[in-house]
T-cell receptor
Framework: DVKVTQSSRYLVKRTGEKVFLECVQDMDHENMFWYRQDPGLGLRLIYFSYDVKMKEKGDIPEGYSVSREKKERFSLILESASTNQTSMYLC???????????FGPGTRLTVL | GIQVEQSPPDLILQEGANSTLRCNFSDSVNNLQWFHQNPWGQLINLFYIPSGTKQNGRLSATTVATERYSLLYISSSQTTDSGVYFCAVLNQAGTALIFGKGTTLSVSS
């Protein structure tokens, strides 16, 4: 079975803090993704990566950066957390192309 | 971009009832997935079904790609089926999934 894990289920941070969300997959997938989910707005893509050290902006990249130094790990970084980044963050991976995406358990981030 | 519409938005059932959830999409797709979001927020993969019919226990799905819709059938519903069901298709760039707004299912005993 594909397994995607995320470093925290719940996280509370203060405005201005630098925040790291970690995602690890164990299926040697090429592609990894970060989405955020908000009531009324649904799921939106923040960034994705199709290879080590490669990244592409999604629909809402502002205020975020990413890092993929190893194939299995994809990190989302909030350089200076703001209250409007309070959200549910979901990581996903896929073998690439049109293949199925698999999601991690999610991280509920609250920025105070 | 591709639009994904799900219906109905909400569904309330008694345990044991059957239901059909619908997903319409506005353009041809090479990837269509159905998910169940559990109360803790995790998206559970139900089906990867760009075309045809698949079954998994009490759940089955059919995608008619030429008519741009997919159906998810839940038979003999149980309280554990409660949650939000999402349909998602791959965007035309082949990168992100585009999600519908979901169907919220509540099954009572």
């Amino acid at each position: 079975d594909v397994k995607v894990t995320q470093s925290s289920r719940y996280l509370v941070k203060r405005t201005g803090e630098k925040v790291f969300l970690e995602c690890v997959q164990d299926m040697d997938h090429e592609n990894m993704f970060w989405y955020r989910q908000d009531p009324g707005l649904g799921l939106r893509l923040i960034y994705f990566s199709y290879d080590v050290k490669m990244k592409e902006k999604g629909d809402i990249p502002e205020g975020y950066s990413v890092s993929r130094e190893k194939k299995e790990r994809f990190s989302l970084i909030l350089e200076s957390a703001s209250t409007n980044q309070t959200s549910m963050y979901l990581c996903a991976s896929s073998p690439g192309g049109d293949h199925e995406q698999f999601f991690g358990p999610g991280t509920r981030l609250t920025v105070l | 971009g591709i639009q994904v519409e799900q219906s109905p938005p909400d569904l309330i059932l008694q345990e044991g009832a059957n239901s059909t959830l619908r997903c319409n999409f506005s353009d041809s797709v090479n990837n269509l997935q159905w998910f169940h979001q559990n109360p803790w927020g995790q998206l559970i993969n139900l089906f990867y079904i760009p075309s045809g019919t698949k079954q998994n226990g009490r759940l089955s799905a059919t995608t008619v790609a030429t008519e741009r819709y997919s159906l998810l059938y839940i038979s003999s519903s149980q309280t554990t089926d409660s949650g939000v069901y999402f349909c998602a298709v791959l965007n035309q760039a082949g990168t992100a999934l585009i999600f519908g707004k979901g169907t919220t299912l509540s099954v009572s005993s």
